[in-house]
């Protein structure tokens, strides 16, 4: 089990500080556990067709019947019309998809037929969302929810085999929460899934770093902007995949994603000619950029994060992907990966005899 440090420390290049105790001197105020969990269902890619099995396996990483469970999951590429989770005694509070702010699955991979093959055909065209779950009969009461579009209308040019049109719609969900007969702090819980990826890395010198930056910035603007009946003491919890990790090491994962997948694309050096970079290193260099720009925007806006890579990798190629901002220090009882996919390129035993997903989940719980 991986356990987040409470001690002041830094953590992915952010500075994250001890605000809480659990233990408290008689006549002083008790804070308030929330276990959160981010979840991405991998539009049900993965998931078994035994669904007792599956059924049994999200209830042990969620604790469900348990009285640690996770109170409130945050899921991204979950499928509008599909709710696994409900019948562990969680109920779907918003959902993207619902509210008009999601598009099918065809849509989101740009019709590529290698991964429409890995989608079950009766999904293919059913919304991808973002969504929130929250358990029945956990302490925390919804008193708001809602979903906003973060990314913008532009447009991706195509040529050397790729698709040409709108970049794919990115969304974020949000449920505003709060202990149950308590006055005290409401937690904003915000799901969202940035623009990157397979499809959209070949695309990154088309001002993508900047696409990357600006969404976090939205999904941070709502809280600080247009949250409703805001009080000062309210907490921002930015839940989901980033696709990418936080720093960018010249012998790290991403250099040699950028080697394996980026460098020799045909369609990265048609971009780059015409943006007049002609060396690997300048690509490499802008791909950094574009990689790195939604953690770079929130330490910007003085956003901290819950973990940094000492829990794992969430994504089956080794990466942590999967983060929580926060935008303000909240103290972290106990982070961990929970493990639902196995890692691709691995000689270990593998970490689950069960793959629901390509994603692994990360459970946390914060003292509030």
């Known amino acids: 089990m991986a356990l987040v440090s ?9 500075r994250r500080k001890r605000v809480g105790f659990t233990d408290r001197d008689e006549g002083e105020a008790v804070l308030s556990r929330l276990n959160v969990m981010s979840l991405n269902m991998q539009y049900y ?8 099995a599956a059924r049994e396996k999200l209830q042990e990483v969620t604790g469900a019947d348990g009285d640690d469970a996770v109170d409130v999951i945050a899921v991204q590429e ?3 019309s599909v709710d696994v989770l409900s019948e562990l005694g969680y109920e779907k509070v918003v959902c993207a998809g619902e509210l008009g702010v999601a598009q099918t699955v065809r849509e989101m991979v740009y019709s590529d037929e290698t991964a429409l093959n890995t989608c079950p055909p009766e999904l293919r065209d059913e919304l991808l969302c973002n969504q929130i779950y929250l358990r029945t009969g956990s302490d925390w009461l919804v008193e708001g929810r809602g979903a906003e579009r973060v990314s913008s209308m532009t447009n991706l040019h195509g040529g050397e085999g790729r698709s040409q049109g709108p970049l794919a719609m990115r969304s974020m969900a949000w449920v505003k929460l709060r202990r149950t007969g308590r006055q005290g702090r409401a937690v904003f819980v915000m799901c969202t899934h940035l623009t990157g990826g397979r499809f959209e890395d070949q695309y990154y010198m088309q001002q993508l770093a900047k696409e990357r930056r600006e969404q976090p ?3 941070a603007s709502f809280f600080s902007h247009r949250r409703p ?3 000062k003491d309210d907490i921002g919890m930015l839940i989901g995949d980033f696709n ?7 012998d790290g994962p991403m250099h040699a994603y950028f080697k394996a997948g980026i460098a020799n694309s045909k369609g990265v050096e048609l971009d780059a000619k015409q943006k007049g970079v002609n060396t690997v290193q300048d690509l490499e260099e802008h791909f950094k950029n574009y990689m790195t720009s939604p953690f770079k925007a929130l330490k910007d806006l003085d956003w901290t994060f819950a973990y940094g890579p000492e829990v794992g990798a969430t994504s089956r190629f080794g990466h942590l992907i999967d983060h929580i901002a926060l935008s303000t220090p909240v103290e972290v009882l106990k982070a961990e990966v929970q493990h639902l996919t196995n890692q691709l390129f691995s000689s270990a035993k593998p970490d689950t005899d069960l793959v629901l997903t390509d994603h692994n989940a990360i459970r946390v719980t914060f003292a509030v």
């Open 244 to 250: 990418a990790l936080p720093e960018y090491a010249a």
């Open 78 to 80: 979950g499928i509008r």
């Open 229 to 231: 009946n805001p009080q």
């Open 217 to 219: 910035i939205k999904c």
């Open 45 to 52: 890619s993965s998931y078994p067709e035994d669904r007792a």
């Open 6 to 14: 409470r001690c002041c420390t830094r953590v992915c290049g952010f």
